[in-house]
């Protein structure tokens, strides 16, 4: 992989880093007398950037090359198609890939690796406008896609601060600053297309049922991420459509004002949510290349990818859940291992290399805070979630993804890496109940004070 940088990289990168910079700069200087909470938004984006290319220069130069080269290179030579047949750079960008759209490419335009995976093609796909962007260098591109996907990172950030008004340090730390997330989802990967999109389609949510404002805007927008998710993952989507409309359904039944009212509209929601996911299952399923068009499709290729990835090849790197059939229950006999796994493994213990280590002590720190916070508020939790449709919908979010993760997965350097997506609800999660419990305490010492003084 290292022929794919030279001097013109490093070129491309002062340059690009440096128009990064300056227009972080102005934005955060034109903002931050009115916003206070963007303070974060220029470090957030150079962490972004230099995580960017900490990524770059490992899988150069420690691993030399890996998947992140095959997405470069796909997209290279999709944009060198133009130079053949426009039209077929067209189809291309659509989706397509017929037999006679494959034998376009030679050694001009060099051999796409995942042509025929649909969901590693998609990559190659979407990261077609950072390619261009970065003068088709692969530093530039990194570079370019960091900066561009921050911008659905930061309108999160917002969301949760309007949510939660003094939530603008540990939602930033949740979304910018979790090592294992900066370092996996700055990089040339599926993982960062998947966090971002997990991402807007919640605050595309928002916008459209809570604030109501710029509408068909941010339908365009879900639409879109929907597109980008069903076909890179296709269960990231499937999950986030669920919780969502979870979370969504809950607020807009509190708007009735009336209890009776909304005990009787409950079971109806909960019908309506299971209906949709079936329908937006079936529809999706041509994007999805048929794996995960349907309940009984998705826990047959759980077993096969469970089985597949317990082969001798990944070493002391795999770990194993135990063995389990494609049923509903064969899978939820799992669900204490699949869960621990998805969500605090690696454990220290465990770990093999330089980076499962760094991940095993993040694991160990998100370990032990969570046992904490249960450890502290006991059955609150279950009012907090009740009266939290937000908070709710994303512990809903954590629970069903890390289940999912940690029974397909059986090796740890692919668990680090998908489990991103939750990493930053889990860890808004646990800062808000953490919060919340602070604040229960402060307010019951008030009350104490005043009775004494009284």
Known sequence: ??????????????????????????????????????????????????????????????????????????????????????????????????????????????????????????????????????????????????????????????????????????????????PSVCFWGSGLLKDIWCLVGVLSVYYSCWMVFVRRKKVFGNIFRYLVWAYILTSIRPYAFYTVFVTSVVWIALILLRRLNNKMIQVAFFPLVAVFVIVMYAVFVDNMGDIAEGKYASVGSMMEQAVIIQDDLKRDYYGTNSFDIGTFDASISGMLSKTPQALTAGLFRPFLWEARTPFMLLSGVENFFLLVLSLLVLFKMRLNLFRVFIDDAFLLSLALFVVAFGFFIGLTIANFGALVRYRIILLPFLVIILFRLRYLYKKAEEDDEEEEAEEFVS
Request: net charge positive; charged share 15%; hydrophobic share 45%.
């Open 1 to 178: 992989m290292r022929e794919l940088v030279s001097g013109f990289d490093g070129v491309i990168v002062l340059v690009l880093f440096f128009i990064i910079y300056l227009y972080c700069s102005k934005v955060q200087e034109d903002n931050i007398e009115t916003y206070h909470y963007y303070s974060h938004f220029k470090r957030a984006v150079l962490v972004k950037l230099l995580f960017g290319l900490l990524f770059a220069c490992v899988y150069i130069f420690y691993y030399d090359g890996g998947d992140t080269q095959y997405y470069y290179t796909g997209a290279r030579s999709i944009v060198r198609i133009t130079k053949k047949d426009f039209f077929a750079f067209i189809q291309l960008m659509a989706g397509e890939r017929t037999p006679e759209l494959r034998s376009l490419f030679d050694y001009t335009t060099g051999w796409p690796t995942y042509f025929k995976d649909a969901n590693s093609w998609a990559v190659c796909r979407f990261s077609v406008p950072f390619y261009l962007l970065g003068c088709g260098s692969y530093l530039g591109m990194t570079l370019m896609m960091d900066a561009f996907l921050f911008i659905p990172m930061w309108r999160f950030y917002r969301m949760v601060i309007r949510i939660y008004p003094r939530s603008q340090n540990y939602a930033a730390f949740a979304l910018f600053y979790i």
